[in-house]
């Protein structure tokens, strides 16, 4: 059974604090992603990962960075947070190079931040 | 820009009629593949269909087809015989085909259906 795993399923951090949230797979993806869903905005592409060590930004890279140390993990980290990055933020997989293969998702983290 | 476009927040059908969820699109691409995902309550991305933008006909698995319209830009999701089960969210979710693929896939903001 494919999986994606994130580290937490609620988190509640304070503004200013360096945040880490940690997403890991199983499949030997070489893609994977970093979205955040908000109501009436759907998911929004924050940055993605087509190798490792190899990172791109997708169309709301603000207050956001990204780590992918090795292949199966892809780390999003929120330098100095912020109440408006509170938000739902779902990690995806998917293997590189097909058009027809589709993205695995994460449970989901949904961060407050106070 | 966003590229993809589902202007419907919010449907809602009764059980066993059938429901259209709309979604257009935007891309220079000639190459492009189209998602639509399901997200119920409990938050899981659900992957429910696919249709390559060569793919001569409409796809189809089980309740679900995909009215696609390429003059048009538009791949609408048909869902038959409504059940309950169906009340989520559905995503249109759009890959466009540079080479080498990326693999980033853009999504709308949504349509709520309820059931």
Same mark, same amino acid.
């Given at each position: 059974?494919?999986?994606?795993?994130?580290?937490? #399923?609620?988190?509640?951090?304070?503004?200013?604090?360096?945040?880490?949230?940690?997403?890991?797979?199983?499949?030997?993806?070489?893609?994977?992603?970093?979205? #955040?869903?908000?109501?009436?905005?759907?998911? #929004?592409?924050?940055?993605?990962?087509?190798?490792?060590?190899?990172?791109?930004?997708?169309?709301?890279?603000?207050?956001?960075?990204?780590? #992918?140390?090795?292949?199966?993990?892809?780390?999003?980290?929120?330098?100095?947070?912020?109440?408006?990055?509170?938000?739902?933020?779902?990690?995806?997989?998917?293997?590189?190079?097909?058009?027809?293969?589709?993205?695995?998702?994460?449970?989901?983290?949904?961060?407050?931040?106070? | 820009?966003?590229?993809?476009?589902?202007?419907?927040?919010?449907? /809602?059908?009764?059980?066993?009629?059938?429901?259209?969820?709309?979604?257009?699109?935007?891309?220079?691409?000639?190459?492009?593949?189209? /998602?639509?995902?399901?997200?119920?309550?409990?938050?899981?991305?659900?992957?429910?269909?696919?249709?390559?933008?060569?793919?001569?006909?409409?796809?189809?698995?089980?309740?679900?087809?995909?009215?696609?319209?390429?003059?048009?830009?538009?791949?609408?999701?048909?869902?038959?015989?409504?059940?309950?089960?169906?009340?989520?969210?559905? /995503?249109?979710?759009?890959?466009?085909?540079?080479?080498?693929?990326?693999?980033?896939?853009? /999504?709308?903001?949504?349509?709520?259906?309820?059931?």
């Amino acid at each position: 059974d494919v999986k994606v795993t994130q580290s937490s #399923r609620y988190l509640v951090k304070r503004t200013g604090e360096k945040v880490f949230l940690e997403c890991v797979q199983d499949m030997d993806h070489e893609n994977m992603f970093w979205y #955040r869903q908000d109501p009436g905005l759907g998911l #929004r592409l924050i940055y993605f990962s087509y190798d490792v060590k190899m990172k791109e930004k997708g169309d709301i890279p603000e207050g956001y960075s990204v780590s #992918r140390e090795k292949k199966e993990r892809f780390s999003l980290i929120l330098e100095s947070a912020s109440t408006n990055q509170t938000s739902m933020y779902l990690c995806a997989s998917s293997p590189r190079g097909w058009l027809n293969t589709e993205a695995f998702f994460g449970q989901g983290t949904r961060l407050t931040v106070v | 820009a966003q590229k993809i476009t589902q202007t419907q927040p919010g449907m /809602f059908v009764q059980e066993k009629e059938a429901v259209t969820l709309d979604c257009t699109y935007d891309t220079s691409d000639q190459s492009y593949g189209l /998602f639509w995902y399901k997200q119920p309550s409990s938050g899981e991305m659900i992957f429910l269909i696919y249709q390559g933008s060569y793919d001569e006909q409409n796809a189809t698995e089980g309740r679900y087809s995909l009215n696609f319209q390429k003059a048009r830009k538009s791949a609408n999701l048909v869902i038959s015989a409504s059940q309950l089960g169906d009340s989520a969210m559905y /995503f249109c979710a759009m890959r466009e085909g540079r080479a080498p693929p990326r693999g980033d896939m853009r /999504f709308g903001a949504g349509t709520r259906l309820t059931v």
